[in-house]
């Protein structure tokens, strides 16, 4: 696709000038004493930022191939992709789909872990799998000339594994070990807490590593079934990056995969995440020193008309190159090391949340600030420099992002995940700058609503309580760490009288 | 390279399993260009036209290290200050006119050095550069500023360290197993120090170390060098010479005559043990061997204390550590997480049974060659991206004060032994050098 210049640079003397103090009026401590009053310097001719090229191919067997090209070092990335995550969990076997990628790499049919680990080690390799909501992962690292080995390798792992019993048993032992260092995480205990408030109890709301209940119930016949059903080559993309040539990584693809068998998918059976409706939860943990908070709202998942000019929004809320949250709670208060707000949109749903720790202290101070935020950024236009400004960092970083094979394969892997149109490939500056402020604030008041917000704040509850009242968000439950339980409609364990 | 032997001894290792049987492959080397300007500063080239955009980092050799006691983490708060503005610039606007470009740019401190970096669309290199000049010259010193970003490293102490499990881990390490070096005290500094920061202590440090001749500036991507040596003379070279030389008197640690143990309870869901034993510094012929060492112990799922003490015995969820090369002598250490139910004496024996098994016997061909092929590993894809390549250049300028350092270790690994891994094991890993810490849950055993 061709473009004939890079966006954001017309915007370029406004936004620049314009952030400078053509004076220095400011008290200064200028050592160098002669050092010149200057606008900063006019940039160098530019040059063409291209989307570079690759190569997909579908296997007969519906397996979708990527190939990205990149010799400047020796080594090729494997990363194969199952369309199956923590999302695929079926009721009362939450942590399944985890558990059977973790497993992975632990042992298959002609391979025991031990083995697995030695060969990957010895070639200065890396292999990895594991699982997120959406989808699962089994990624290779390799040098060149271990490329036959490390498709074999990810090709062994992902068709054989083994599942044996002893190997199960030390999975789960990490899993559940995993698990007791997580409670005492705030953010992540802030982060699932947050996502259970968002989504209730479809499967986005729940962890994706399950819980200490589901895993202890969690047998081989669990596993094997799960990898049955999603494992197949139909439900995979794989990409191979670096320095092979196409005809080397498609027939590596064919060697590894091709006799594999096309498989029919069970059919997917969706729930509906709740609406929105304002709850606030607040986990104590006397021992916090800081508050972690979590707010937002369901929104539109990542195939969808409004999601360019939804991310705009968020983006100029709190993320790169914009920022109000960090510009208020950091800059102008001091209140915290950062601020961000994220949407994220998954395949299903999606939501978007800000994030930010502050000390206890300053907790209802913080929440009040990012909680007014939202109401601006709802109710008020947003304005054309603002907007600019966001899309020239969004657009002019586009170069930024095609710079080494893994960013590269990423978003081609991104878009046939998503299933979105091949055509958005390369076109993301067009995308970017076509966004008005209009669509802005027609996303914005379509998808905020405060007085619907999802409010989690971990932290030493009873010395921020009073500032919840002051704030008039009196409404709050208070779980303590202990009683907490993401199984429970009330998120409290349910006490059993005697 | 192989040589023929070490070649024979692999294929007979590895004849059970299939493994390739050519030699490691090796990156290409960097090409770069070194200039010192009159003024002291040194600046670093490197073409990489393969996508148009550049990395800029300017190098300060200063970090924690230079700190004085009753001034821990000022280092990294200066860092922030630089932030905040500078002749030409106005405050906090520095990101916001790189990010305005579709840059990106941001900064770190380290125990040695601080890094202030940019990248950008190609085109914007005369901007980043001026900016860089702008601030090294004439930082804007603010109190109200300061005392605002005072609070802000705070939080991230809180954040990153105090709110976190085991975040405290390094800090308690490095005070138990350092006496007189400042290496003794965390990069991010206490809290009562950071209160203690003045308006002078921020003017003395930049006069004192932000300064051309301690600067190393690398700019890597898509450029004409000829003509960014022009823009860069242009911008820098207008920055006068210091009027004094950098001070360098860090004081040295005394060598360690006995094992020093410690106990501490903290609010951690899981206990640790960890074993430390002093090392020397990045760039000693020793440390080549002991960062093999650190591949055989804890690279990957077959390293030996992952085998040993995660996979084998399941008397710890994880175990991890690493040789700490760095400008002065450091560490080499090995942390265990205990699970519920496991002592940790027998933690600890297993943990310096592994280092004691290195010093008895030798480690096998096969182990040692896994070991320089991770090591290859790390340096290939360690220098895909530009930001990574000027890390490695700038790295070895500072450091090393030899930017030939970069690309010259690929040898020295290659030509290393099982005797060289042997004779360091027995130098280091002694008891009289050794450091052990328990870290036990504070008044929860078995709560949870």
Known sequence: MKVSRVAGVGKWAASVYALLYVLAVAPAAAQVRDWPTEAPPRPLPAREAQFPPYEIRTLPNGMQVVAVLHHEQPAVSIRLLVRAGSAQDSKGKGGVANLTAALLDQGTTTRSAQEIADQIDFIGGDLGTGAGTDLSFANAVVMKDSFDLGMSLVADVVRNPAFTQEEIERQKDQVLSSLRVSVDDPSYIADVVFDRLIYGFHPYGLPGSGTEESLAALTRADLQEFHRQYYVPNNMLLAIVGDVTSDEAFAAAERVFGAWPRVALPPSSSTEPPPSARRIVVVNKPDAVQTSIRVGQLAIPRKHDDYMAWDLAVKILGGEGANRLHQVLRSQYGLTYGAEADTEARKDAGDFVAKTDTRTDTTGQALRLTIDEFAHLARERVGERELADAQAYLAGSFPLTIETPDQIATQVLNVLFFELPVSEIGTFRERVSAVTPDDVQRVARRYIRPDRLSIVLVGNARAFASQLIELGLGGYEVISLDELDLMSPTLKKERRRP | ?448
Not at chain 2, 397 to 414: C, G, L, S, Y
């Open chain 2, 1 to 448: 390279m192989l040589r023929p032997a070490h070649f024979l001894l692999l294929l007979a290792a590895a004849a059970a399993i299939v493994v390739p049987l050519q030699a490691a492959v090796h990156p290409p080397k960097l090409e770069y260009q070194i200039t010192t300007l009159p003024n002291g500063l040194r600046v670093i080239l490197s073409e990489d036209h393969s996508t148009p955009i550049v990395h800029l980092a300017v190098w300060y050799h200063v970090g924690s290290r230079n700190e004085r006691s009753g001034r821990t983490g000022f280092a990294h708060l200066f860092e922030h200050m630089m932030f905040k503005g500078s002749k030409n610039v106005q405050p906090e606007s520095h990101t916001s006119i790189i990010a305005s470009i579709g840059g990106r740019s941001n900064a770190y401190t380290q125990e040695d050095a601080t890094v202030f970096w940019e990248t950008l669309p190609a085109q914007y290199l005369p901007l980043a550069l001026w900016l860089e000049a702008d601030r090294m010259a004439t930082l804007r010193v603010d109190r109200d500023a300061l005392e605002k970003e005072v609070e802000v490293v705070k939080e991230e102490r809180r954040l990153r360290v105090d709110n976190q499990p085991y975040g405290r881990l390094n800090e308690i390490l490095f005070d138990k197993a350092f006496t007189t070096h400042p290496y003794k005290h965390p990069t991010i500094g206490s809290m009562k120090d950071l209160e203690a920061a003045s308006i002078d202590d921020v003017r003395d440090f930049h006069n004192t170390f932000y300064v051309p001749e301690n600067a190393v500036v690398t700019v890597v991507g898509d450029f004409d060098s000829a003509q960014a040596m022009q823009l860069v003379t242009q911008y820098f070279g207008r920055v006068p010479k210091a009027a004094r030389p950098v001070p360098r008197d860090i004081p040295r640690e005394p060598e360690q005559t006995q094992e020093r143990r410690a106990v501490v309870q903290e609010e951690w869901p899981l206990p640790a043990v960890v074993v430390a034993y002093h090392i020397v510094y990045d760039g000693h012929p020793d440390s080549y061997p002991l960062h093999l060492v650190s591949k055989i112990l804890f690279d990957g799922e077959s390293s030996r204390m992952t085998r040993e003490l995660v996979y084998d015995k399941r008397i710890a969820v994880a175990a991890f550590g690493s040789a700490n090369l760095i400008e002065d002598p450091n560490l080499f250490y090995a942390v265990a997480i205990i699970p519920a139910g496991q002592s940790a004496q027998d933690v600890e024996r297993a943990l310096i049974a592994e280092f004691d098994r290195l010093k008895t016997a030798p480690v096998d061909g096969r182990e040692v060659e896994r070991a320089k092929n991770q090591f290859m590993r790390d340096y290939i894809i360690g220098r895909e991206s530009n930001e990574q390549k000027a890390l490695h250049l700038a790295h070895a300028a500072v450091i090393h004060n030899d930017v030939t350092r970069a690309d010259a270790e690929i040898d020295i690994f290659d030509n290393l032994t099982p005797a060289d891994i042997q004779r360091v094991a027995r130098s280091y890993f002694t008891p009289n050098n050794r450091t052990v810490i328990y870290i036990q849950p504070m008044g929860r055993a078995g709560a949870r």
